[in-house]
Structure formats: structure tokens, C-alpha cells
């Protein structure tokens, strides 16, 4: 009997804890500073144009065409980039104020709680759309945003289909989700530390969402906040810790060295390709330097990962020796013979954080595939890393990156040959060219 | 006409240095750009990666990147009593084909011309008299001087990162550069590239001979760079895959990599590939074009309605293009009236074939332009009273990179052509075979020209062009004169073996290799009778029409032209900014 109560009792103090987290996660009574009354595409237009202006950098700084852009596509806006997540891919929608396929038929106050809550009229919203993030947007940016919103060009495109099979297909699970994961919380600035900082804090963890990328995820995407920052593969590429670790992480870098990599897309120590290129082509390269400069104080703050850089591999050890012969043939012409890069143009491998992570699926990738540094303003060289996949075998690959990351300075754990493979066969590239004996 | 697209401010046809150079400068005037390129689109990072251009069976022996025969041929003759037949195999003609043009395959070598070059007839007549001009032979001036393009070779070497010693800084003679060359305002951007065993065996040898030997102006990077445009480069690495071959290290000049990332990023610029342009059209005044007529990869014709239209293709499709347009009026050779097609002219080439006895070349270690010349004997540098003749050549020495394939059969005199034999003196020649070049001046004449042939038609059926042309006295005299001039440079050199060569002994024939430098046919000049385009390259009968290229040479000189090309395009770019756009019409008054 008195085990009976106590179990009931149990469950109802867990009934009332989920509900609050619950009701705390869904709660959205943030947003009803919005209004509710005009839509997007009504007729009432928006004059202010400081708010528009401001709206535009604000979607600048998030980076909404990243995924409301299909790639190639000039409809900005009108959806349709596929993102590959480990649940299956989740499609970006046209939010464009068109009535019958974007979003002209919402309000101010649906837009706040789609961005802020993931609650769109339609339904919860996949964390794919970073709401965790862009709750820490402020109304005054929210405003602004909604502002230059309603000025994009209508497109009228129809949303595809997600493709996530059971049971991710089903959108109420999202609300377990937010009660898990969701830190639904508006940004709150540090007393104690400078205006700089907390701009910087607000960009990265708002706007920025810098951690939808670089803070490891556990097995339902939610962020290990234990690891903020730290790190993190997504889509086979592995976004490297920007946290204050100097062998991994962003220890070693300069306010400058990370402010202008973001402006231009590269510095002495590393060029930005990938992912990270479309971020500083489509979104960083815009800001303003003083917006750069506050990021870069914020990151040069967060702790760091506990990494710590290991013995190198002996110059004798066989995939050593290989790797050398191989970096001197295949990459010396560009990367340099010290590994030193070209300013600008191509990426320097010594002291390179990236480049000594335990996270390498970018590394194998980029050997595989080719890469492409980011094109700005600033710099629009646009210089590339070919694809080795014709030319170099899977162990060859191996032995060439675990010589770069062992060599000038740098020190990581070898690359095996298994794993060049897998990444070969999940990126569908081609075998290496069959050599005549 | 059913398809059209929408106007622009000005038409491009032909997207290499001159095409990209224009895009760049009139876009960014603000003007709206449609630039229409037969080939494909080819950028540095995708086309030309380091991991797969240095492969000569594809480029050099098999011309991948070149406008093969199959699309245009050019029908050929010596002279007009004979019937011209098309260039059907690879030839000497090496057109630009994709974007980027010539300039993404051309060696590197960024010369200025000399200041006689822009005015040989003036020059001449008052250095010599009008009797040292052969009989027939078309000379005259090109309505601008070199000190008024001076500003654009600056731009332009800053542009495509050119590594030189400069000779003449306003005046003043330079250590180790050219003393004969045009004061220039300022040095080359980046300093000579490395020397090598080549180039100091021929400085050697033409120093002891009193000459004076300078490193090649190189439109390869000898140190990172960033050209005025914001555009990086890397420093050359020697790999000596430059001649036929894209540079995927950023370090060779082209428009794809030094001017079209920049183009192609702004929003006022178009740029449609595939599209082969027929003729401009012209309004019913037959003195203002429209616009163009282009047909797309899939072989529906377009039109494309501009104010302003460049052709910018290589310089035989220019004077195609105007003959297609009927814009100008045709060479007629048997009056000798007439401007278009008139002042053709190719390159005169001597030199000589060197096989040392046992140097070590290490030719593998090369760059397109890595090398040294003498120009001693170049344009009117030196006296030529008594010599029958006017011009020269630039003598030189060229570490390109070793061609495997290519040299195979670049053996002394005697060598067996297979065996165990040619097997060892192919050994022995990498490493000790090599050739002075005589890059000369040529001259035109008035029984050489290009015309639409009357026969042979492209797959479009539009009419091919036609060449007749053979090489002229002038041509020969100073051939042979610097021929001897290079054998004496080869012995000084000490090799073993020197073989004089000259192009100009024999009949001209396109599959000699001497030269690629097809020039003139629409030249600029001072009197609407006897060129096609004023001082600015703007056609004399059709203001709003420009030809920009070697087409614009009324002669060559004793250098490659792409220098002289961009300098040009610069020079009219800003013509038409600061001129034209206030007040279009004619910019020169016919006088």
C-alpha cells in the first residue's frame, strides 16, 4: 500500500515536473509582443526603412538563405536545400511572403513563434530550423526581421516533402524534444563582462547559431552543452571546436586571426571551405567589423576542450614515410613544403587546429571530393582543392593526411585506411585509377 | 526574329583577355555586360587543378584546349592564283577556345612592343628614307604611340602579376633589364623569375658578343601576389606545363584566373557560353549595329540587342565576324581598295637548334616565359642602312619544361628514328638539347590578305576565312639576317652542334610550328582608307562597334601580343567610359 503511494507518488511529481518542462518549453508568451493582425503579404506596407535595413543584416547574420535557398536557385527564400541529418532529410520551406506557398498568410506573431519556438501554424518545427538558437533573438531584431521579411519578393513554390521515416515523421514528438533540449530562454547579457563580449555571445549563440554546428550532439541532436562549442561532424563534414583549446581549438588564434578569416574567408593559418565557406560567403562576410570583432572577443573566452596534443608519429613509422613521399608529389606545390599554405589561397597545415581534431571526416573528404575556398568581396579568388579520389588509394589517402597531421609541429592520431574507404563509399566517389602492372 | 533577349548596354563576343579585360572595366563602370563565348565555361579550381593538368598527351600533343578544326577551319593559300583549302588537322593556328581564350593557354611571355612598333612608317622614312621598303610592302602607323598605351601595359602587368626586370624607368637605363625598351612609369609588379643553367649560358654567350641579355617579362608569379583587382596568385612552382596547359596554381596569367572571378561576381554582368556568334546586325542606316545574332548549344538562333557591340574573339573570327556583318569595306586585292581583310600579316621566325655536348639542362624545370632574349636586333633598335630591310627579332632562350612526347624528335642531325640508337640520343637530348628563338617583325603586303572563302562554309553554313598569304622580301632579308645573328649566339653559347633555322626560307604553311602570331586584317590607324578602326579601336564606319585583339596590329613585332592586346582593351575600355557613353558617335573625326 504505502509502495503504491510512493509510486504514485513518483509519477505524479514526474507528471508535474514534464508538465512544467512542457509547459516551459512550449511556452511562447515571449512572442506575443507581436502582432497579430496583418500578414505578411496584406497590403499595409512597410515604411520604415532604418527597420528593413536593419531586418536584412539581421537575416544576414542568421543565415536564412543557407537553407531557405535551393543550391543554384536565384529565388532566395523559396526553400528546397535538402538537409541531410542523421534522422533522414528534412527540406527547407519557402518563406517568402507568397499566401498559397510561403508564408504570407501568417503574422507577426506566428513568424516570432516559428523563429523563436518552432511553432509554426503548420505545426512543431524539426531543431533542423535552429528555434533553440534564434530564441535568443531579441524583439527589437525579431521586428526588424519580420520588417524585411514582408519585402522579399513573393515566390510561389510548393514545399517538398520531408523524408524521415518513422518515427521522426511524426512532428508532435518535437514537443518531447523541446522539453529534453530546448532552452527556452531569451538572451540574458553578462554583467561582469564588456558590451564587446556580450554582443559577441549574442551574435554566436543567436543569430550565429554556431552551435548548430560546432556543439557536439547526443544521439537525438540535442546539444551536449558539457561540449559547447567543442566540435562536432554533421553531414561528413566536421565542424572544428571554436572553443579556447590551443591545440584543436581556437587557442592559438588572434581576435584578428578570427575576425578576418570570418571577413575574408581565410588567414594565415587556415582558408574556409565547405560548410563553413557557404557561412562566411553567404553570412559572416557581411557583418560589420565591429560585429566580427565582438565574436571573436566572445569565442576567444568559451573554454575549451581538454584535447590534449599527443607524441607525434615518428617520422619511421611506415605511413609516415609514405605520407611524405606522397605530400611531396601531390601537395607540396600548393600547401607548401613546411605545410606553410598560401595566404589567402590555400590552407596552411601547420599548427592548423582543424586539421589536428579527432573529428577528420572533413579532411578525408576534402582529399576525396576537392574543395573550394570561400569567395568573398574581399577575396574573390576562389582557389580549390582538386579531388585525389582518381589518383590516390584509400590507404594512400590515409598515410598522406596522417603525415600532414603529424608533421611541421602537429601531432593527432594516425587515419586508417577503413575509414578513407567507408567515407569513399558513403560519398559516392569514384575507386582510384587501376595502375597496369 | 523570335527569340530575343533583353538589351544590353553592350554585347562582348569572345571572352578571353581582351573579352574578360573589357567585362571587367565596363561593368564596372556600371554598365550592363552580355559577354556571348563559343566554348564552355572553364574556371582555374575545376579545369585546371594541378592533379591532372600536367598531362601532355591531352594538352600539347592532342590540343585539348584549343578550338579544334572541326568547329571553324581557316582555308588557306600562298598566293591569289591558287585554290585555298581548309586547315583540316592541327596547324599552327592555335585559337582560344572556352573561356579564358588564348589567355588560358598561351605561354606567358608579357612583352611591351617597342615605341617603333606603333609608328614604323614615320620611323623608318625618317631614319632610312621610303626606299628601304620593299615593294608592296603595306607599313603605317597605328594612330596611338607607345608612350600614350604606356599606362595600360602598367595596368595590364598589374593586372596578370608579371615578374620582369624593368630596363627603362622613365628614362633612366635599368641594371640587367632592357636598355631598348619604352620608358616605362614604373618597375614590373613583381621581380624576374629564377634564373637557370639555360639563361646564364645565354647571357654568357651574348654578353661576350657585346649584346645585352635580360630575363623575359613572365606572366608567371615569381612571389604570392594580389592583382589589383583583389584576386590572389601563388607563386609559380616551374612545373613547366604552361604552353597548351591551364595553370591550377594560380601562378600563370588568364582571364579565369586574374580578371573573371571578379566579373563574374557582379550582377550587372552576363555571361552565356556556347553561343556562337554570326554576324552583329545592322540598323537600316548600315552605320549603327543593333546588337548580335548568336546561335545556342542546342542550335536555336538568338538575338542579342546591344548599344555597344566588342568583338573581342581571336583576331581571324574578328575580321570573320566584321566580313559576316559587312561591316567595313572588303580588301579588294585587285584595285587595292578597300580595308578589311587588308593588313594581314603572320610572324617571321629564325633562330637556331643548339645541342650541347654534356650539360645538364634540367629543361623539366621550366615556366612558358622562363628565359632570356637579347633585342639588340629587334624592331629599330638597331641600324639597318644598307640591310634591304625594316624590323627584327627578339632573340631568346626558353626553359618551357621538358616535353617527353613533344621533343622526341628533337635530335641532332643524323639520328636514327627508332632503335636503340635514337633511344640514347633522345637520353642525351633532354638534358642537352635546346633552340635560340627569333620571334620577328613582320610587315604586310598588299598581295596578302583574309577574305570569306567562296567555297568552303563552317557547319552553320556561314562562309570560312580565307588566308592568302606567303612570307614577303622584307620578311626574308631580316629572317636570314637573324638567323646568322643566332647561330653566332649559339656557338658563344658553346654547344656542340647549332643548326641555323628560318621559317622564311621556304613557302609559309600553316603546319610549320614556327609561330602562332596571327595578326592584323582589322587594323587601327590614322586614315579611314587604309585601316578599319581609329586610334581607339572603334570601327571608322560604325561608331558603336569595337574590335579588340591582334586583329587591331597593322604589323607585328618581334614579341608575342597578348601584352599589347590587354594594354589595348584597356586603352579602349576607357574610351568608351569617359568618351563615348557622354557623347556616342565617332571618336576620331576622319580627316
Known sequence: MIMKKIIWLVVLVVVIVAGAMLYRGGNVSTDNVADDTIKAADASPVSDAAAIKRGAYVAVAADCVACHNAPGSSEAFAGGYGLKTPFGVITSTNITPDRETGIGNWTERDFFRAVRHGKSPHGLLYPAMPYNAYVKLSDQDMHDLWAYMRTVKPVSKTNAPDQLGFPYNIRLMMAGWNMLFFDNSPFKSSEDQSADWNRGAYLVDGAGHCASCHTPKNGLGGDITSEYLQGYTLQGWFAPEIAGNPHVGLGNWSNQDIAGYLKTGSNTKAVASGPMAEAVENSTQHMTDADLAAIATYLKSVKGSNDAAPQPLAETDAQMSHGKQLYEVNCSACHNVQGQGLEGMVTAFAGNPAIQSHGHGSLIQTVLKGGRAAITDSNPTGAGMPSFAWKLSDADIADVLTYVRNSWGNAAGPINADEVKSSRQSLDVRQPMAVPN | ?591
Open chain 2, 1 to 591: 526574329m523570335a527569340n530575343v533577349r533583353p538589351k544590353a548596354d553592350v554585347v562582348i563576343v569572345g571572352l578571353g583577355w581582351a573579352g574578360s579585360l573589357m567585362a571587367e572595366e565596363l561593368t564596372r563602370a556600371g554598365l550592363n555586360v552580355v559577354a556571348l563565348e563559343r566554348g564552355v565555361w572553364q574556371d582555374t579550381a575545376t579545369d585546371f587543378p594541378p592533379a591532372v593538368d600536367t598531362d601532355e598527351l591531352r594538352w600539347d600533343a592532342r590540343r585539348g584546349n584549343l578550338l579544334p578544326p572541326s568547329v571553324t577551319a581557316v582555308t588557306f593559300r600562298n598566293t591569289s592564283d591558287e585554290k585555298a583549302l581548309p586547315t583540316r588537322d592541327w596547324s599552327c593556328f592555335e585559337f582560344g577556345w572556352n573561356t579564358g581564350g588564348a589567355g588560358m593557354h598561351w605561354a606567358g611571355m608579357a612583352w611591351r612592343f617597342t615605341p617603333f612598333d606603333f609608328t614604323p612608317y614615320s620611323t623608318a622614312v625618317k631614319r632610312y628614307g621610303k626606299k628601304q621598303f620593299v615593294d608592296g610592302l603595306i607599313v603605317q602607323d597605328w594612330g596611338i604611340t607607345y608612350d600614350e598605351l604606356e599606362p595600360f601595359y602598367d595596368r595590364f602587368e598589374r593586372i596578370a602579376g608579371v615578374s620582369g626586370t624593368a630596363g627603362n624607368i622613365k628614362g633612366q637605363i635599368q641594371p640587367k633589364g632592357n636598355p631598348f625598351e619604352g620608358p616605362r612609369s614604373r618597375d614590373y609588379p613583381l621581380k624576374a623569375l629564377e634564373r637557370t643553367l639555360l639563361t646564364d649560358l645565354f647571357d654568357q654567350g651574348a654578353s661576350s658578343l657585346g649584346y645585352h641579355p635580360f630575363a623575359i617579362p613572365a606572366g608567371h608569379t615569381s612571389a604570392a601576389y594580389v592583382n589589383p583587382l583583389g584576386v590572389h596568385m601563388g607563386p609559380c612552382t616551374y612545373c613547366g606545363y604552361c604552353l597548351y596547359y591551364g595553370c591550377g596554381n594560380w601562378s600563370k596569367a588568364s582571364p579565369n584566373a586574374c580578371v573573371l572571378p571578379v566579373v563574374m561576381k557582379r550582377d550587372n554582368f552576363t555571361l552565356i557560353t556556347q553561343a556562337t556568334v554570326q554576324r552583329a546586325n545592322l540598323a537600316e542606316d548600315g552605320k549603327t549595329a543593333t546588337g548580335v545574332t548568336y546561335i545556342d548549344e542546342k542550335g536555336t538562333q538568338w538575338e542579342q540587342p546591344a548599344d555597344i557591340v566588342v568583338f573581342s574573339a581571336f583576331q581571324m573570327q574578328n575580321v570573320r565576324l566584321l566580313l559576316l556583318s559587312k561591316i567595313g569595306k572588303p580588301y579588294n586585292h585587285a584595285t587595292g581598295e578597300g580595308v578589311v581583310g587588308r593588313g594581314y600579316c603572320f610572324q617571321t621566325v629564325s633562330g637556331a637548334d643548339l645541342h650541347f655536348e654534356n650539360e645538364n639542362l634540367n629543361q623539366f624545370i621550366g615556366a612558358g616565359a622562363l628565359g632570356s632574349q637579347i633585342d639588340d636586333f629587334n624592331g629599330d633598335n638597331y641600324d639597318h642602312t644598307g640591310l634591304g630591310f625594316i624590323g627584327g627579332a627578339g632573340l631568346l632562350v626558353v626553359q618551357r619544361g621538358a616535353r617527353p612526347i613533344g621533343d622526341g624528335d628533337h635530335l641532332p642531325p643524323g639520328t636514327p628514328r627508332w632503335g636503340s640508337q635514337w633511344k640514347a640520343a633522345w637520353q642525351h637530348a633532354f638534358q642537352n638539347a635546346t633552340f635560340i628563338f627569333g620571334q620577328g617583325t613582320s610587315y604586310s603586303h598588299k598581295d596578302v590578305y583574309l577574305d570569306l572563302d567562296p567555297e568552303y562554309k563552317d557547319s552553320w553554313g556561314q562562309p570560312l576565312i580565307r588566308m592568302t598569304f606567303d612570307y614577303n622580301e622584307n620578311d626574308r632579308r631580316s629572317a636570314q639576317y637573324l638567323e646568322d645573328k643566332a647561330v653566332g649566339i649559339g656557338k658563344a653559347m658553346g654547344a656542340k652542334v647549332v643548326i641555323g633555322t628560318n621559317s622564311a626560307k621556304a613557302k609559309f604553311t600553316p603546319y610549320d610550328f614556327a609561330s602562332d602570331h596571327t595578326i592584323g586584317g582589322a587594323v587601327m590607324g590614322e586614315d579611314p582608307k587604309t585601316s578599319v578602326l581609329n586610334k581607339y579601336q572603334q570601327v571608322w564606319d560604325c561608331p558603336n562597334v569595337f574590335v579588340s585583339g591582334a586583329s587591331s596590329f597593322p604589323n607585328n613585332a618581334g614579341y608575342n601580343p597578348t601584352a599589347t592586346i590587354g594594354a589595348l582593351t584597356l586603352w579602349t575600355a576607357k574610351a568608351i567610359i569617359e568618351q563615348y557613353m557622354k557623347s556616342p558617335g565617332p571618336l576620331v573625326q576622319a580627316s
